[in-house]
């Protein structure tokens, strides 16, 4: 009887408390955050956007409630919550990645701010001529990391690529990865998805045509699948280069990476001064990130048996 009237009280305690925080919410303005899915990468936008809102909203921040919803991977629930938060009439709303971009640009229809982060390509997107709708972009240094990779296997020919058809920065990095590509006499092989129950059939696919490798592009479902495309390629010790750091520690090779905790920490200090009404929301103070710098993990290359070249790298072990 005892232990039954604890869990009921404390069963009342939780209840109040909840109803206690959605009253503290209730009084603050929302900042809407769509975060496309669960890698590091997108992690470490969302960090370093809250961490850029923190600093330049200073004592302010306290004003506003962090709504944060994760689509999963999946674009019609990326459209849903946008949906819901212009419904609620966010004061704000920030997209993680090109498909969260797109749904909350049309969702707002620029009624809202939408301020976009991790968009490889914001004019393939459609964002560029949008109302109340500016962010960052991070462009992957291509020259740098077909370097990176013939230098650690000079003899490249084939490169594998899997993309997201939905996905459209995608479509246009593969684009400029091929025509760089053929400058160097190496070919890209091209794989692509419509979702991610596809991969694990679209890697064997790739690796049955011969590609000395694989290259990532900033492809938010094909990123998100990595240790499935890593146990296929692992066993062939068919190398895997990341399009960033964090896939590097994941189990990829090599890459020449962006730092993805500043180019969230310089979006979510363009959500800041929209909020503070110091500048408006448009392509005008849009952003771009495209300085890499290469970055390794040993305990990969000799799992892989390749060898390390002599070249400016950071090791990530």
């Given at each position: 009887m005892k232990k039954l009237l604890k869990t009921i009280l404390a069963s009342i305690a939780l209840t109040a408390s909840a109803l206690s925080f959605s009253a503290c919410n209730s009084n603050k303005k929302t900042i809407g955050i769509i975060q496309f899915g669960t890698h590091e990468s997108l992690n470490d936008c969302?960090?370093?956007?809250?961490?850029?809102?923190?600093?330049?909203?200073?004592?302010?921040?306290?004003?506003?409630?962090?709504?944060r919803q994760n689509s999963n991977f999946d674009a019609a629930s990326s459209a849903a919550q946008a949906n819901t938060f212009v419904s609620k009439k966010a004061s704000i709303i920030g997209a993680i990645a090109t498909p969260s971009?797109?749904?909350?640009?049309?969702?707002?229809?620029?009624?809202?701010p939408v301020i976009y982060c991790a968009v490889s390509d914001p004019k393939a997107a459609g964002l560029t001529e949008m109302n109340n709708v500016t962010g960052s972009s991070d462009l992957l240094d291509f020259d740098s990391q077909l370097s990176l990779i013939k230098s650690f296997i000079p003899t490249v020919g084939k490169i594998g690529v899997l993309?997201?058809?939905?996905?459209?920065?995608?479509?246009?990095?593969?684009?400029?990865?091929?025509?760089?590509?053929?400058?160097?006499?190496?070919?890209?092989?091209?794989?692509?998805?419509?979702?991610?129950?596809?991969?694990?059939?679209?890697?064997?696919?790739?690796?049955?045509?011969?590609?000395?490798?694989?290259?990532?592009?900033?492809?938010?479902?094909?990123?998100?699948?990595?240790?499935?495309?890593?146990?296929?390629?692992?066993?062939?010790?068919?190398?895997?280069?990341?399009?960033?750091?964090?896939?590097?520690k994941g189990g990829c090779l090599a890459s020449a990476s962006l730092d993805y905790v500043a180019l969230g920490e310089k979006t979510g200090t363009i959500m800041a001064k929209v909020l503070k009404g110091e500048v408006k929301a448009s392509n005008d103070i849009a952003i771009k990130i495209d300085d890499s710098?290469?970055?390794?993990?040993?305990?990969?290359?000799?799992?892989?048996?390749?060898?390390?070249?002599?070249?400016?790298?950071?090791?990530?072990?």
């Open positions: 969302y960090n370093g956007m809250i961490k850029g809102l923190k600093e330049e909203l200073k004592e302010t921040f306290d004003e506003y409630f962090i709504d971009a797109m749904a909350a640009a049309s969702a707002a229809k620029g009624t809202i993309y997201t058809l939905g996905e459209a920065n995608s479509i246009s990095q593969i684009e400029t990865l091929d025509s760089k590509a053929k400058a160097l006499n190496i070919e890209i092989v091209r794989q692509s998805i419509t979702n991610a129950s596809e991969i694990p059939t679209a890697t064997d696919t790739l690796l049955n045509k011969g590609v000395d490798c694989l290259t990532n592009l900033t492809d938010n479902t094909v990123v998100g699948a990595l240790d499935v495309i890593l146990s296929k390629t692992n066993a062939k010790k068919i190398p895997v280069f990341g399009s960033e750091i964090d896939q590097v710098f290469n970055c390794y993990s040993d305990k990969v290359a000799k799992q892989l048996d390749i060898k390390v070249p002599e070249i400016e790298m950071r090791n990530v072990d």
